[in-house]
């Protein structure tokens, strides 16, 4: 009983360190994505901003 118990133990371990490292890589990823999709949101703002003032003169 013991020895499955702490088969258990570390496969939970091994578990958890897997898991955190996909949460933490996950999160990188997605805060890349979401600061790429930011950065082209207002790159396009910007090029509309740029096409109106030359429409305008």
Not at 2 to 12: K, P, Q, R, T
Not at 36 to 47: C, E, H, M, R, V
């Amino acid at each position: 009983m013991v020895v499955g118990a702490e088969d258990g133990v570390v496969e939970g371990a091994e578990l958890g360190v897997f898991v955190s490292l996909l949460v933490s890589s996950g999160c990188v990823f997605i805060s890349a994505g979401s600061l790429s999709g930011i950065n082209l949101s207002s790159f396009l703002a910007k090029k509309k901003r740029e096409k109106k003032r030359k429409n305008d003169k």
